[in-house]
């Protein structure tokens, strides 16, 4: 299955990223990069950094750097750290980015084979809205968004709005709302997927090369987590591309989703009639779990 990732990587972007280059099932043809976790140029170099760690030469594609209608938002560089990747320090790719913007590659490769490419976005989904609109066939063309996002008990950074839907609600409830094949992922599932230090511990032995950097850059993230008296750190981007080669982990309901744009509870998803997606509300936390780290153990 072919997959682009829209990524704003972010320290469990870059797990989500090893993850579907470890699964047999996945062809991961592109990367999309968006603000959010960092901003936008510094998450095109931390994508291309990791492309360069996976020996994967694929393009990379530079999209948004602020949501559709609100200002700029400054990175959450107190969870991811100031460069994206914990305490890593900034790294330089080989690589240059592609020269197509995000929304240009993302129409003229779903245009290019209609109905067999999977579309994650796991940041904002900024970049997702505008392809929309760039293009009216592609919300027909895609074979599927699968979405890390929103949650229908509550937020993360907010009491009300998980990250990704609060730095674009309107791009948010645009995408909810297009007709789309959409599976949305959201902290109802990715909040219990965690993985605590001895499990990155484990995936540094078991993989020298991608299971270390993950432990390297996890520490600053798992700090972050003990704030809030918490011994692990939650798998939310992963739990999104698990999603879509093992659907039967997880614990679907079909509804409409709508996104609120102002007020309190801004970035808050909240059911609705039609269109419907199909919303991950529970799953097997300890599958995803070990799913996740076996498949990291299989890398170099
Ligand atoms: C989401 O927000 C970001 O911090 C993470 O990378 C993830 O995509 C979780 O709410
Ligand atoms: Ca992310």
């Known amino acids: 299955m072919k997959l682009i990732i829209d990524t704003d990587p972010g320290v469990d972007d870059a797990m989500a990223l090893f993850w579907a280059h470890a699964a047999p ?33 694929i393009p990379v594609a530079e999209g948004a750097g602020q949501p559709l ?16 990747f914990g305490d890593m320090p900034a790294m330089t790719p080989t690589r240059a980015k592609d020269p197509r913007d995000a929304v240009t590659y993302l129409t003229e490769t779903v ?14 989904l900024t970049n997702i809205a505008a392809a929309i609109q760039a293009d009216p066939e592609f919300a027909g063309n895609v074979k599927q968004i699968v979405i890390m996002g ?42 219990e997927v965690t993985c605590v230090p001895a499990d990155f511990a484990a995936m540094a032995a078991a993989s020298p090369k991608h299971g270390q950097m993950l432990q390297d850059m996890s520490h600053f993230y798992l700090r972050f987590y003990a704030e809030y008296g918490l ?30 744009c102002e007020g309190d509870e801004i970035g808050r998803s909240v059911p609705s009639d039609e269109p419907t997606v199909d919303v991950a509300v529970g799953g097997d936390a300890a599958a995803i779990k070990a799913l996740f780290m076996d498949r990291i153990g299989t890398l170099p």
Request: hydrophobic content about 40%; some cysteine; charged content about 15%.
């Open 69 to 84: 209608v609100l200002p700029p938002f400054p990175p959450s560089a107190y969870v991811h750290g100031d460069e994206g």
């Open 25 to 57: 099932e996945i062809d991961l043809i592109g990367l999309t990069t968006v603000f959010g976790n960092v901003r936008v140029d510094q998450a095109t170099r931390n994508a291309l950094v990791l492309c360069d760690v996976m020996g994967l030469d």
């Open 111 to 124: 245009c290019a084979h209609p109905g067999e490419i999977v579309v994650a976005p796991i940041g904002p």
């Open 150 to 191: 929103g949650g229908l008990k509550g937020g993360n950074i907010t009491p009300h709005a998980e990250a990704n839907f609060y730095h674009d609600p309107h791009a948010a409830h645009f995408v909810m709302t297009c007709g789309a094949p959409i599976i949305m992922v959201g902290l109802d599932i990715t909040e």
């Open 231 to 260: 011994e692990g750190c939650g798998l939310h981007d992963p739990a999104a591309i698990i999603a879509i080669t093992h659907p039967e982990l997880f614990e679907m309901k079909r509804t409409g989703v709508s996104v609120v």
